[in-house]
Structures are given as C-alpha cells and as structure tokens.
C-alpha cells in the first residue's frame, strides 16, 4: 500500500497498515559498526516497510576507514551490508545529505520516527539548536516538530559542559539520547552481542520489536541471588 500523496491523519493511518517508514542519519562520528548492525538487525524487522539512509560525507570517509576502505559512497555502504536476505536492500531509500527537497524534509510525509547513529557532537549540536543546513539535520528536526521518535546515539567521551547542555537541550525538546553504552549484563558478552543488544533497545525506543534476543533484564532469582541473563 503507498502513503504517498495520502493528507494528514489519512497518511498516518495507512502508514500504520501497511508498515513503518523510519529514517537513519548516518553521521561523521566514530562508530561505523554500530551504524551498519542497527540497518542490518532492523532491515528484516515484519514491522518495517521503507528505511530511509541518509550518511553524510564524514560518516562514509569514517566507513572506509572503520569497516572498508571499498567504501567510498553511500551505495557502496548499502551494498557492504549483510543481510540474512539480499532483497532486504530494496527497503532502503538512499538520500543525498545535500537533497533538502527529499521526502523526509517535509513532516507532511509521515515517516514513524529516526535514528541517528552514530551522533557526532557537531551534529548533536545543531539538532538540538534547531540548525538545518543539510538533510540528516532537517529530518531530525522535521522529528522533533512532529512530535516523533528521535534517538540519538551520541558517541562521545567525556563529555564536556557544551555537551551537557546539549544533550539537556535535545532532550528538552523532545529527543531522547541514547549513547551506545555496553549492557554489560547480558549473557555471553561479545563485540557482537553488545552492538545487537544497543540496537533492539534503540529499535524499541521507535516502537519497533527485532527478531532474535530482545536483551531484557528480567531480574535476579530469589532463592539464589544469581541474575537471570537475557
């Protein structure tokens, strides 16, 4: 079913019948494999129907150096992913960083929420000072006036007293940051299994369900003190 075209409350409802449209903002900050696990663990989700892919120049220079130096635009990213099924790629919708007339530039097309992952400080910076000079920073503020799910995975540290302000600043006006700290407390902790459990929290906090693990503490046994790890 499309949604295009669809005014107001029409498109929203149908959105939410024929599957959620969510964008990801690809930023210039360190921390390309998390950007590229939470496309891959979020792409075959049932309750996905279009992913769109914004990267900026930053972020694909950091993928060649982090993940592939083959990778030298935002197709190359896209076609580097691993996907348990190829077809998934056809989700995707590549943006130019640069393309502010796109789709998700405007709140009248009615995407369910975004992610931006990783957050650089500079674009923490001016999503949470209402700056729109490129596309990823426009989508997040287009999110932010409709009153949609906004995650932000700052990936900094230490923080220092212009972050803070910020992060409160963000979070004010409706963001809700989610730096990509390690849940320590799952079971079998690996690169892998830390990355994963980030990303379905991040995908829960888009109201989305990943399958596989869902990571949840469910707390310490009684009798035996001993944590039952997800």
């Not at 990303?199 to 944590?227: H, I, Q, S, Y």
């Amino acid at each position: 079913m499309s949604v295009r075209g669809l005014p107001g409350g029409e498109g929203k409802l149908a959105l939410l019948m024929a599957g959620r449209e969510i964008v990801v903002g690809v930023s210039g900050a360190s921390g390309a494999w998390l950007a590229r696990r939470f496309v891959e663990r979020i792409l075959p989700s049932p309750d996905l129907a279009r992913l769109h892919l914004v990267l900026t120049a930053a972020a694909v220079r950091v993928a060649a150096s982090e993940l592939d130096s083959g990778i030298g635009s935002g197709q190359d990213w896209i076609d580097a992913l691993a996907l348990p099924e190829p077809s998934g790629k056809r989700r995707v919708k590549l943006h130019a960083n640069d393309d502010v007339g796109a789709s998700i530039a405007s709140g009248s097309y009615p995407v369910a929420g975004m992610a931006v992952v990783p957050c650089s400080a500079g674009a923490l910076g001016a999503i949470a000072n209402g700056i729109s000079r490129d596309l990823l920073q426009r989508a997040a503020d287009v999110c932010l006036k409709e009153r949609r799910p906004l995650v932000l995975a700052f990936r900094e540290s230490p923080y220092s007293l212009v972050h803070i302000e910020n992060m409160r600043r963000a979070t004010l006006a409706g963001a809700i940051v989610a730096p990509p700290a390690p849940a320590f407390y799952i079971s079998s902790p690996s690169v892998e299994r830390l990355l994963d459990a980030w990303c379905v929290r991040a995908a829960r906090l888009l109201n989305m369900a990943l399958p596989g693990d869902d990571f949840r503490w469910t707390g310490e046994t009684p009798a035996r003190g001993k944590k039952r790890r997800p």
